[in-house]
């Protein structure tokens, strides 16, 4: 086990940067944190879909951060509740998942993770899969768990209120959810639980339920979330997500798409500029500096954060260029694809995430092949090389 660095200045970075709430509180934290205690430390993610996003990123960023101070920490892939499914800020049901899913979804989660977290070494990040103990719970067991909780106080969720008044179905396996959640932090026997502030909820049911099942305290550390002015998070459910897995290019351009009021937010929570340079971005926007000069530096910190100094200095000189100057990209990614057929090359090459989207696209004028706008959803295209856009921002060249 590596040595804990307990250096307060550190500690209170990583307390404060992106932090939406500590429980019970910071200061009876920090000084858990300042006595040299290893403590253990984990984040769930359901399986859900096959890739994280940026807003793992942010959690795992976090992880990362408890790792370099010498703690153990657990990267918990929900491989059971994900078939379960989070009520979090659903007002509809969750469509259930089937075990073939939920496998099929969490394979490429490590490599993805691996990119933050250092799964090997003296301190190795630990995966761990919460079917190891819910699936061994018998039923008498789940009675006794569900039996520490009550159904006003999970009534409580805005999310249900909002169900109920519009006449929508909660199923009993929704208000089980936290109570599943929980029992993870009682197995794993944590010290501090990290997620999304969206996941507040949850993670109280769990300092509760150790509370009361081992008499110990586990801290809870909420982390702000990046959303729209709208208030919609970035996410997989929103489609608007930068994914772990995605180029330089598209981290990019998505970032060039967020909204002014993201500006400062995204910084926080997504980058490691320091806390001094953040504000001085925000002192000077508010002085009336252009929004788009933040922003190119924004998507360029992220940028470098997940895929390297060098692709960001690429991609930003690649946008300047085109958008700036009105100018094509000099180098753009290239496919050689199956299909002529115009619909299934923008699903191929992750243009268009379904046929459903890439109709859509068409019919709204965004795709241009060969600087032609393309509004035939059934339109094909020759043999030879072509070079398709997307929008203002995303070229590529497809070879048939």
């Excluded at 089980?176 to 010290?191: I, R």
């Excluded at 290019?249 to 980058?271: A, L, N, P, R, Y």
């Excluded at 924004?298 to 954060?305: C, D, G, R, S, T």
């Amino acid at each position: 086990m590596a040595k804990v660095i307990n250096d307060e200045k550190l500690i209170e970075e990583i307390l404060s940067r992106g932090v939406e709430q500590i429980y019970p509180d910071k200061e009876t934290f920090k000084r858990v944190l300042m006595s040299g205690k290893v403590i253990k430390l984990y984040c769930g993610f359901d399986p859900t879909g096959p890739v994280l996003h940026i807003g793992h990123g942010n959690q795992l960023r976090k992880l990362a951060q408890f790792q370099k101070l010498g703690h153990e920490v657990i990267f918990l892939i929900g491989d059971f509740t994900g078939m379960v499914g989070d009520p979090s800020g659903k007002v509809s049901a969750r469509v259930q998942l089937t075990r073939a899913q939920i496998l099929k979804n969490l394979k490429g989660y490590k490599k993805q993770a691996s990119g933050i977290l250092d799964f090997s070494g003296k301190n190795a990040a630990k995966v761990m899969f919460n079917s190891k103990w819910h699936r061994k719970l018998k039923f008498d067991d789940v009675m006794n768990l569900a039996s520490k909780f009550t159904v006003q106080r999970l009534l409580e969720r805005d999310m249900f209120q909002i169900r109920i008044k519009e006449g929508k179905p909660i199923y009993l396996s929704e208000f089980m959810y936290p109570v599943l959640q929980g029992y993870d932090c009682v197995a794993m026997d944590v010290d501090l639980e990290i997620g999304g502030s969206d996941q507040t909820f949850n993670m109280l049911a769990g300092r509760d339920l150790m509370k009361t099942l081992k008499n110990k305290e586990k801290f809870v550390l909420t982390l702000k979330l990046l959303t729209d002015p709208t208030g919609k998070k970035m996410g997989k459910t929103e489609g608007n997500m930068i994914t772990l897995v995605d180029s330089g290019q598209e981290m990019f351009g998505k970032v060039m798409s967020w909204t002014d009021e993201m500006i400062i937010i995204g910084f926080e929570t997504c980058t490691d500029l320091p806390t001094d340079e953040i504000n001085k971005i925000a002192a000077e926007m508010k002085d009336g500096a252009n929004p788009r000069d933040a922003k190119i530096k924004l998507a360029f910190e992220i940028v470098k954060l997940y895929r390297g100094e060098k692709e960001a200095e690429a991609v930003k000189e690649n946008f300047i260029k085109v958008f700036s100057q009105k100018e094509k990209p000099e180098q753009v990614e290239s496919y050689k694809v199956k299909s002529e057929k115009l619909i299934d090359i923008l699903v191929e090459t992750n243009l268009a995430p379904s046929r459903s989207d890439a109709k859509r696209l068409i019919e709204q004028g965004g795709v241009k092949i060969d600087d032609q706008v393309i509004s035939d959803i059934n339109y094909t295209l020759d043999p030879g090389e072509h070079l398709i856009q997307k929008g203002k921002r995303f070229f590529i060249k497809v070879i048939i």
